[in-house]
């Protein structure tokens, strides 16, 4: 999933991001009821409408953006009282108000309020939190179905669960199976990529997928590089959202199949050739390394929406190829292939 | 001619410029002398191929920009002297250096360097300074000449000279004498929408187009709103440029039939129609006010480029709807129900 956390993938058309092959974007509940406000885009017809996006849409429940506002939020039992960063006005969210939010917005998945510990993090912290965050999420899908949450499309509304327990296995197990009991329609993993290292990561996501059920969708929440999305499905992790194919494309930097490039570098000034000489892109068919790089040198808004659309191409484009791999069963010869190449880019440039 | 001063028409991408409606678009040939350099320009084929578009280009040479940096320039009959807006450092262009520059970045048509006057201006700044442009016009013509000078294309490039004299009619009346008998292949009206009335405008453009060949194009430089575009026809000229479509929807000013309107308006926070209901842009068929409106609060690129492709959709059918009311006869008519149409418009509205 590109993100698109005010209702709009930073710099491109909807339409674009749909040409590029994704399906499904994610919008994000703490923003949208902040700017424009929940109760608007609800007046518009959900935020499908409001976007004017012609897919399907995932809501976070803004767990992840209110605990990142260290200082400004208070948890208790009841939920979590914070203050806007854009006014400072005082908010409280609980796992039902957050529901109601997405009711409002109306996207076909929804995710329930949680806690992102921060790493690192002690045992009876995360143990806390991740317990408090398993209650909650009973609370949401108890007030989802009271309200027989559907989405702006008119069918039902999927709430997704999200599994923490920081590092620790015990926690990562506790987590999974009470949210596998309570039944939902997918899992989210959250509280990875903030910190960790890659190993822990893996082996968290090796404890928490065996125990989820094999027919719902596993969701891996803010991940990542491409080798970091490799790591993760042959793990079983079915989804994905991250800001780095769009926020990196703003900083210049594009993906290859070996590596990324920041084309902001001198060596570009006459580089005639396409970002990547194998990509089926509208940048790459019709734009060069050096005009990418004079557009970020003369800070011309094109040059962040060409990067990004590039980028949400090189995405789409290595999940199309890794679901091929899936459904031909070569998922493993395709992946060390892949990594191989990847990484064995001139250092100098897979590093910028 | 939309206006694509280093290289791209700002925030849209070139293919969506073509389907609003445009063949022609607008370089600069000061900005992309300084960045990238005309000579990198020239290694990437020229700039249409540079710059990715697939229609005919037209350069400005700069004139306007350079004796735009009041205190940085000194000019003499030889060319101009200046300091660079980017790096302070210094450069000399002469009616021979800016022709040269302008065979490297090959458009279809180059413009002369020419000194465009200020306003107001006294009489003898404004006869030396129109004096001196027709020398150059001359010189750049020989230059041009002497170096077959061709477009990226292959064919021929239109070398274009600049009416000049300011706001006076013997001044306007010798500029363009002296330069149609020097025989180029069209011709620019320079020196207006410099801050003078609209109605000197008028005058002075009729003192000009009565002058010049019929067979010629006419362009009137830098100008402007509908009804400056309107007057402008009526009074012989077949070619404009202007920044307003692009640069005023950067402000979030869209143009409608019935005046412009300002998107930050508090009043379109809720009106989920379009921004222009008769509009067949791809903005217009997929978008609202309000979504725009939450683009702008939010600060989202996407407000800008939805805004900018929308003004150009307008700017294209207007050019469209004026070419067929002359080819039918019916310009008056046409012209007299569009004024009153734009300008009737609830000031609080046209006026944003």
Redesign the interface.
Known sequence: MPVGT???V??????DVRAAGFNLILGNAYHLHL??GDD?VA???GLHR???WQGAMLTDSGGFQVFSLAGLRKITEEGVRFQSHIDGSMHHFTPESVAAIERNLGPDIAMVLDECAPYPCPHDYARDSMRRTTRWAERALADHTAHDSVAAGGWEQALFAIVQGSVYRDLRTESAGELVDLGFPGYAVGGLAVGEEAGQRRECLEWVTELLPLEKPRYLMGVGTPIDILDAVERGVDMFDCVMPTRNARNAQAYTPEGSLNLRNARF??D?GPIDGECPC?VCA???R??V???F??K???G???VTLHNLWFYAGLMQAIRSALSEDRLPAFARAYRNRYEAADPGCADE
Do not use: C, I, N
């Not at 930073?10 to 339409?15: I, Q, R, T």
């Open positions: 005010q209702g709009t930073k710099g491109v058309l909807p339409d700017r424009p608007l007046q518009a017809g409001f976007s004017g000034r006459t005639f509208p019709r734009h060069t050096a005009y790089r004079h557009l040198s003369a011309e808004m094109l962040p929406t060409l």
